[in-house]
């Protein structure tokens, strides 16, 4: 006999929390917008945004009922367009973000920008989990100076990003990778030819063929290496920094992310433990284990139809995405991460 036609699978992923953890652990419940796999060059999504919010069950239950009410949207989910299409749009929305003033958090990615990060982290520094995150704001100049000279760079930009992004999703076999190295560097050469200067230059000149060669073959064995075309692992953990602050850990409740493999989750809870101890945040007792003292307690993955919390999360991703790919996020106020993976000041 078949399935029923509404039975779902249990979410897969996620990071079970170690159950002897003591001290104080919140609950976050996340969920994120402008998801699309690894093309990070698509015009329609230029925006990733992640949303995090600390509400309770029965919080976030009646917040949604009294945002759903005078829709015909579905009974159990209210997305950011039903919303911000909706009768009464603009005094829900104030309503929505004052409600959520103090118990939500919003991390924004530029993909484009995230894109030069990631090609910054990879070939000019060390690549880690750290990378993206506010933790390696050193790298961040040079990033931003390339980013920057785009606007007079026109169409060669686009093809040297969209070759980046070619060469990281080339399979590590010898034509291929030969053919994507080719028109990376060409594109690299086309770009360097319309004499950007200064430190823009310099990120030209310092991805050598030996260099690039070395991180792609380390790629395909170091399992240290964080995927460079996922978004979500710098956005979580900027999400659990920001939560964490207040020296709590932190438990996400996250719906369903395939990125989210618990690898990749033990690998990122290690970098942050390792943050943490160094800003002496959280002292480790003596017989604790790594990874004890990470502000990441764990992460549970959900369907969001069963989470009202991840439901509210999901919403507040979306509105916060259209807003920003309509040039106006300053609506979303305080709860917008100041450590944005964003350009906050563009030149003229």
């Given at each position: 006999?078949?399935?029923?036609?509404?039975?779902?699978?249990?979410?897969?992923?996620?990071?079970?929390?170690?159950?002897?953890?003591?001290?104080?652990?919140?609950?976050?419940?996340c969920d994120e917008s402008g998801w699309s796999g690894r093309n990070l060059l698509d015009l329609a999504t230029p925006v990733f945004t992640h949303a995090s919010v600390d509400l309770s069950v029965d919080e976030a239950a009646e917040l949604m009922a009294t945002l759903r009410s005078g829709t015909d949207?579905?009974?159990?989910?209210?997305?950011?367009?039903?919303?911000?299409?909706?009768?009464?749009?603009?005094?829900?929305?104030?309503?929505?973000?004052?409600?959520?003033?103090?118990?939500?958090?919003?991390?924004?990615?530029?993909?484009?920008?995230?894109?030069?990060?990631?090609?910054?982290?990879?070939?000019?520094?060390?690549?880690?989990?750290?990378?993206?995150?506010?933790?390696?704001?050193?790298?961040?100049?040079?990033?931003?100076?390339?980013?920057?000279?785009?606007?007079?760079?026109?169409?060669?930009?686009?093809?040297?990003?969209?070759?980046?992004?070619?060469?990281?999703?080339?399979?590590?076999?010898?034509?291929?990778?030969?053919?994507?190295?080719?028109?990376?560097?060409?594109?690299?050469?086309?770009?360097?030819?319309?004499?950007?200067?200064?430190?823009?230059?310099?990120?030209?000149?310092?991805?050598?063929?030996?260099?690039?060669?070395?991180?792609?073959?380390?790629?395909?064995?170091?399992?240290?290496?964080?995927?460079?075309?996922?978004?979500?692992?710098?956005?979580?953990?900027?999400?659990?920094?920001?939560?964490?602050?207040?020296?709590?850990?932190?438990?996400?409740?996250?719906?369903?992310?395939?990125?989210?493999?618990?690898?990749?989750?033990?690998?990122?809870?290690?970098?942050?433990?390792?943050?943490?101890?160094?800003?002496?945040?959280?002292?480790?007792?003596?017989?604790?284990?790594?990874?004890?003292?990470?502000?990441?307690?764990?992460?549970?993955?959900?369907?969001?139809?069963?989470?009202?919390?991840?439901?509210?999360?999901?919403?507040?991703?979306?509105?916060?995405?259209?807003?920003?790919?309509?040039?106006?996020?300053?609506?979303?106020?305080?709860?917008?991460?100041?450590?944005?993976?964003?350009?906050?000041?563009?030149?003229?």
């Amino acid at each position: 006999m078949g399935e029923r036609p509404d039975t779902r699978s249990p979410p897969q992923g996620g990071l079970p929390p170690v159950e002897w953890l003591g001290g104080a652990v919140l609950q976050v419940a996340c969920d994120e917008s402008g998801w699309s796999g690894r093309n990070l060059l698509d015009l329609a999504t230029p925006v990733f945004t992640h949303a995090s919010v600390d509400l309770s069950v029965d919080e976030a239950a009646e917040l949604m009922a009294t945002l759903r009410s005078g829709t015909d949207c579905s009974p159990r989910e209210l997305k950011s367009g039903q919303l911000l299409r909706g009768p009464g749009a603009g005094e829900k929305l104030d309503w929505l973000l004052a409600s959520l003033r103090g118990r939500a958090h919003v991390h924004l990615v530029d993909k484009e920008y995230f894109l030069v990060t990631r090609l910054v982290d990879l070939f000019l520094a060390e690549p880690s989990y750290a990378a993206g995150t506010h933790l390696t704001q050193d790298q961040r100049p040079a990033a931003i100076a390339l980013y920057r000279a785009r606007h007079s760079t026109g169409r060669d930009w686009e093809a040297f990003l969209g070759a980046f992004v070619a060469l990281l999703r080339t399979k590590r076999q010898d034509e291929q990778e030969r053919r994507a190295l080719q028109l990376f560097f060409q594109a690299r050469d086309a770009l360097a030819a319309r004499g950007l200067g200064g430190p823009a230059a310099g990120v030209l000149d310092g991805l050598g063929e030996t260099g690039v060669r070395t991180v792609l073959t380390r790629m395909t064995h170091d399992r240290s290496i964080p995927p460079p075309l996922e978004p979500i692992l710098p956005a979580l953990a900027e999400t659990v920094l920001f939560w964490s602050a207040a020296q709590q850990r932190v438990l996400i409740v996250h719906d369903e992310q395939s990125a989210l493999t618990a690898d990749r989750l033990r690998r990122l809870q290690r970098v942050l433990e390792g943050a943490s101890r160094a800003s002496a945040r959280w002292p480790s007792p003596a017989d604790a284990s790594p990874p004890a003292a990470s502000p990441l307690a764990g992460l549970i993955t959900v369907n969001s139809k069963d989470d009202a919390r991840v439901q509210v999360a999901d919403l507040l991703a979306g509105v916060a995405r259209r807003s920003a790919e309509a040039g106006d996020d300053r609506t979303l106020g305080p709860i917008l991460s100041r450590t944005s993976l964003r350009d906050t000041e563009p030149s003229s």
